[in-house]
């Protein structure tokens, strides 16, 4: 199985904070990687997809880059709005894991 | 609006049986994978099994419910199912059903999710 290591495992920022937020894939994934966002008590929200495209509707504060093993999600301004969790997932093989996502709060 | 509303959940004994239902609104089931998501309290995110779009239907599992779970659909009714038995106390979860969104070769990115049914396992 693929394995997504998530780095931090949580992080205390401030409003107008870039943050960066890392995966790395135990084995090469290509581009084949998805950032979810998800609030507590809701259920996730898609926010990029095939590693760095922005889903329709989610802010262009967030980006994502990366290919094969490293990966990156990046809010260039954080928004109150943006504290919550943050999980990876690969889509290239079965099972299609996630990572142990990375807790953003207010500092 | 495209929409998905699970249910189904509740409380039950280790060694039971559920059957949980997504029904999905605004859109085709059958033409779109579908996948079931779990979290369990206070822990992250825990892909369960999707099944693949079209008359196929391809399905994949996690290990740790590979032979006790069994994830269906009925494109009449545009519902999804996850089959659960065997239960144990480590499935009890929040249930996430989620549609599938196709890039690039790969059609198992989650771009509509449903809020959740909770299942409790326990004696």
């Known amino acids: 199985d693929i394995q997504l290591t998530q780095s931090p495992s949580f992080l205390s920022a401030s409003v107008g904070d870039r943050v960066t937020i890392s995966c790395r894939a135990s084995q090469g994934i290509s581009s084949y990687l998805a950032w979810y966002q998800q609030e507590p008590g809701k259920a996730p929200k898609l926010l990029i997809y095939s590693a760095s495209t922005l889903q329709s509707g989610v802010p262009s504060r967030f980006s994502g880059s990366g290919s094969g093993t490293e990966f990156t999600l990046t809010i260039s301004s954080l928004q109150p709005e943006d504290f919550a969790t943050y999980y990876c997932?690969?889509?290239?093989?079965?099972?299609?894991?996630f990572g142990g996502g990375t807790k953003v709060e207010i500092k | 609006e495209v929409q998905l509303v699970e249910s189904g959940g509740g409380l039950v004994q280790p060694g039971g049986s559920l059957r949980l239902s997504c029904a999905a609104s605004g859109f085709s089931l059958s033409n779109y994978a579908m996948t079931w998501v779990r979290q369990a309290p206070g822990k992250g995110l825990e892909w369960v099994a999707v099944i693949t779009a079209g008359s196929g239907d391809w399905t994949h599992y996690a290990d740790s419910v590979k032979g006790r779970f069994t994830i269906s659909r009925d494109n009449s009714k545009d519902t999804l199912y996850l089959q659960m038995n065997s239960l144990r106390v480590e499935d009890t979860a929040v249930f996430y059903c989620?549609?599938?969104?196709?890039?690039?070769?790969?059609?198992?990115?989650?771009?509509?999710w449903g809020k959740g049914t909770t299942v409790t396992v326990s004696s």
């Open positions: 989620a549609k599938g969104y196709c890039s690039g070769g790969r059609c198992h990115y989650m771009d509509v």
């Open positions: 997932q690969q889509v290239n093989l079965y099972p299609l894991t």
